[in-house]
């Protein structure tokens, strides 16, 4: 059993990772260090819980989550750390924690692990194995997301709207470094939903050849479901693997030629939550 503090429990990761956290307790995996609502933002109560911690999950904004890494080596050198943020993705020293291609072995030996981004996630799924079948190339992605994407700040709305619309989103440099795409450009829309994810591209290749190098690619990843459009009536649900730790890769050919490629996964799930207590899982005992 190790014992555990979550840095940031009361967040919209931390809480989404508590019903997690809890089956690894009930499993005898880990053993849970809280800290009350009055104490878990005093610097002297969050490093007595990082100093007694095997283990130490930070969820918390990227503004803060490179200070609260900082307090866990100086008081903790030997702790391993799993961070929810963006802050840790693309560093050298740290472990991306997308298992589909990071070797399992990989994140189940390191001491410091970057949880993927939500719409990192689903932009990797979807442009990696297009990239290693038909070379580096410019991928365009659009993805459309519940509220809950924005943390504690998001809020629903009636209407979609373009978020962040001609800045960069900091989740580009992680999906360039990990689809080895070629400049690739994010366009994000937030819905009236809760949550529920769903990110489109196009390639210019037949549907069969498209299907075909996701099936290969995804072959032994029972998480990752490949199916063409018209298995699914045509119409893809972006709320469709909501409450799960999966991803839908729907493919679709179009009329005029090429193919294009709907990935939907829950951002709370595989977008977040769901990926770190996978990635916990394999820490703590090797295997998913």
Known sequence: MKTMFVDGAAGTVGSALQ???????????????????????????RKHAMRNAELVVVCLPDAEA?????????????ARILDASATHRCHPDWVYGLPEFISAQAIAQARKVANPGCFATACILGGKPLVDAF??????????????????????????RLVQFGKAHRHLPEIERYTGALAPVLTTTVGPWKQGMLVQTFVNQPEDVVLQVYEDAYRGHQEVRVARAESLNYRVNPKSCNGSNEALICVAGQPNGGSSVAVVIDNLGKGSAGAAAANLRLMLTGSL
Do not use: H, W
């Not at 019903?19 to 109560?45: C, H, N, V, W």
């Not at 943390?151 to 009636?158: L, N, W």
């Open 66 to 78: 490179g200070d609260a890494v900082s307090l866990i080596e100086s008081c903790n050198p030997c």
């Open 19 to 45: 019903p997690y956290l809890e089956q690894l307790q009930s499993e005898g995996l880990i053993e849970l260090f809280t800290l009350p609502d009055s104490m878990r933002k005093i610097p002297a109560y």
């Open 135 to 160: 070379g580096p190339a410019q991928l365009v992605f659009q993805g459309i997301t519940g509220y809950s994407a924005g943390g504690r700040k998001g809020q629903a709305e009636g209407t979609p």
